[in-house]
Nanobody
Framework: QVQLVESGGGLVQPGGSLRLSCAAS????????MGWFRQAPGKEREFVAV????????YYADSAKGRFTIDRDNAKSTVYLQMNSLKPEDTAVYYC???????????????????WGQGTQVTVSS
């Protein structure tokens, strides 16, 4: 049974930084892409970033480019999201997800992910 457990969320002032972590268990971590999504109140879940299973390729939503960095440590079965220059509009529940395919790609659509974490709240406010 695959389990994904996020951590690292919290309250941060605009312009601040947070580093989210997602620890995975249950299957060979390095075979699957890992993504981050977020959902703000009253809005649909949206894609933020993804890294391929090998860690060699990453892809970002326009809103994350230049501010967020996704990386993974396959030895620790953990994926990270470093978020810098945070804005109030980044406030959301952030979810990590594990891709369904073992092809070394960078999926960006929710239906391409088979497993989801419980989410961690990020609030950007002064």
């Amino acid at each position: 049974q695959v389990q994904l457990v996020e951590s690292g969320g919290g309250l941060v002032q605009p312009g601040g930084s947070l580093r989210l972590s997602c620890a995975a268990s249950g299957r060979t971590f390095s075979r699957y892409a890992m993504g981050w999504f977020r959902q703000a109140p009253g809005k649909e879940r949206e894609f933020v970033a993804v890294v391929s299973g090998s860690g060699g390729v990453a892809y970002y939503a326009d809103s994350a480019k230049g501010r967020f960095t996704i990386d993974r440590d396959n030895a620790k079965s953990t994926v990270y999201l470093q978020m810098n220059s945070l804005k109030p509009e980044d406030t959301a529940v952030y979810y990590c997800a594990q891709g369904q395919s073992t092809i070394d790609t960078v999926p960006s659509r929710s239906y391409e992910y088979g497993y989801w974490g419980q989410g961690t709240q990020v609030t950007v406010s002064s």
